[in-house]
C-alpha cells in the first residue's frame, strides 16, 4: 500500500523532474480549464440548505464528459461542480488532501489511479446493483470503483507507410532496427503509464526497462498526447504510433481519408483493455447523489454515448460498441487484474530510470 506521504513526496519529486508529465496527458487536458474555484479545499456555500453541490475531480476531459455533466444536471436535478486536470495529478491531490477533500467522486481515465486511492482508503463501496452491471474484470473486486467505459491500446499506422503484412505482432518488436525512428509515443500520457505498468506486471520489471532504453535507443519520438501521435502519423512524421482505439476515429470522422489506420497486437500488454471508471470518496456528504450519478453513468443512454460519440467500449452488458470498432468479442487483450495497475509509482520511477520521462 502507498503511504501518503510517500505518494506526496514522490508527486513532488516527480514534478520537479519533468513539470509538463503530470498535466499533459492523454486526455490533452490544460489547466486552463480548471475552474478557479476549485482551488478551496472547503465544500462551496450555496445559498440554500437543500442546494448541494457535487463536487467530481475528473481526469478526463471536458470536451468528452463536459455535455454530460450538463444533462445529468438537469436530469437528476443536481448542482454539479467539475475540477478537470490529469488522472494521477489529480490522485495525488487527493491522497494529500485527505479528510479535507472537497470532492465526492473521482471520474479517472484509467483503473490504475482509482485503485491508488482504494489502496489509500480514499473510497467507500458502491452498491452491489450497480457494480453488477459491470463485468468484474472492469472494477474493483471489493467495490471501491467501478468502470465507466473501456479503451484499448493499439497501435495505428500510415498506410502510405506500411503494409499490414508488415506490422509487428507484439509492442516488443517496435525496438527491432526497421521502426527506427518510425515510431511515436507520449510518456506523460496517463494511459500510456497504465500500458507499462502493464507491461511491468506481464513481463516484470527488468525486461520492461530493457524495452523502454531499447526504444528510446532505437530514435522513438516522444509527443505531448494521443491527439498529437494521430496528428503526426497523418503527416508522415511517424509510421507508427503507441495510442488508445478512439483517437482515429475523432479524425476520420471529418475526414474519412485519413491516411491511417487501427492495428491490435494480441495478447500483450499492447492489447490492453482499460477501463475509465469513477469512485465515490470517503469523505462526500451526499453518498446518495453520489450513487445516483454513478448509476446515471452506466445507464443505456450514457454508455451509447460513450460508443457512438467517442467510440470507446461499452462496459454495461447488452451495449453493442460501434460498428467501427472490432468488436469485443475479437479482442485478445492480456489477462490481467487492472487493480495492479495502482502501481503508478514505480512506473513512474522506471520511466525516469529509463530516461524517457
Known amino acids: 500500500m502507498f503511504r501518503r506521504n510517500k505518494w506526496f513526496t514522490f508527486g513532488l519529486r516527480f514534478l520537479s523532474v519533468s513539470s509538463l508529465s503530470l498535466i499533459v496527458a492523454a486526455c490533452d487536458v490544460t489547466q486552463s480549464q480548471q475552474p478557479s474555484s476549485t482551488s478551496s479545499s472547503q465544500k462551496p456555500v ?13 481526469g478526463r476531459e471536458e470536451k468528452i464528459i463536459g455535455p454530460l455533466i450538463e444533462k445529468a444536471k438537469k ?19 487527493l491522497i494529500e488532501e485527505g479528510n479535507n477533500s472537497r470532492a465526492d467522486i473521482f471520474y479517472a481515465q484509467d483503473a490504475g ?19 453488477n452491471k459491470v463485468d468484474k474484470q472492469f472494477r474493483s473486486p471489493t467495490g471501491q470503483w467501478t468502470g465507466i467505459s473501456g479503451r484499448v491500446r493499439v497501435i495505428d499506422y500510415n498506410t502510405k507507410l506500411v503494409k499490414p503484412s508488415e506490422l509487428p505482432t507484439l509492442v ?15 510518456t506523460t ?14 513481463e516484470g520489471d527488468r525486461k520492461t526497462l530493457e524495452w523502454l532504453r531499447g526504444m528510446k535507443a532505437n530514435g522513438v519520438k516522444n509527443y505531448s498526447s494521443n491527439s498529437a501521435i494521430v496528428e503526426a502519423l497523418g503527416r508522415g512524421e511517424v509510421a507508427l504510433g503507441l495510442v488508445n482505439n478512439y483517437y482515429l476515429y475523432r479524425f476520420t470522422k471529418t475526414n474519412p481519408s485519413f491516411p491511417v489506420a487501427v492495428h491490435h497486437t494480441r495478447g500483450d500488454a499492447g492489447a490492453l483493455m482499460n477501463s475509465a471508471g469513477v469512485a465515490v470518496l470517503n469523505t462526500t456528504d451526499q453518498k446518495s447523489d453520489a450513487e445516483k450519478f454513478v448509476a446515471y453513468m452506466l445507464s443505456p443512454e450514457v454508455q451509447k454515448y460513450f460508443t457512438q460519440e467517442f467510440y470507446e467500449y461499452p462496459l454495461v452488458q447488452n451495449i453493442p460498441a460501434s460498428q467501427e470498432q472490432v468488436s469485443l468479442e475479437q479482442l485478445n487483450p492480456p489477462q490481467i487484474d487492472l487493480n ?16 524517457v520521462l
Open 172 to 186: 516488443m518488436q517496435l525496438t527491432a532496427p526497421k521502426w527506427r525512428n518510425k515510431v511515436g509515443w507520449a
Open 113 to 131: 489511479a482509482l485503485g491508488a486511492l482504494a489502496e489509500e482508503n480514499r473510497t467507500l463501496t458502491i452498491p452491489e446493483q450497480l457494480l
Open 75 to 93: 436530469d437528476l436535478a443536481m448542482n454539479i461542480e467539475v475540477r478537470y486536470g490529469d488522472s494521477t495529478e489529480l490522485a495525488l491531490a
Open 340 to 355: 495492479k495497475l495502482a502501481d503508478v509509482k514505480e512506473t513512474l520511477s522506471l520511466l525516469q530510470e529509463a530516461d
Open 189 to 202: 500520457n496517463g494511459s500510456f503509464q497504465s500500458f507499462v505498468t502493464a507491461m511491468r506486471v506481464l
Open 46 to 58: 450555496t445559498s440554500s440548505t437543500t442546494a448541494q453541490t457535487l463536487t467530481i475531480y475528473s
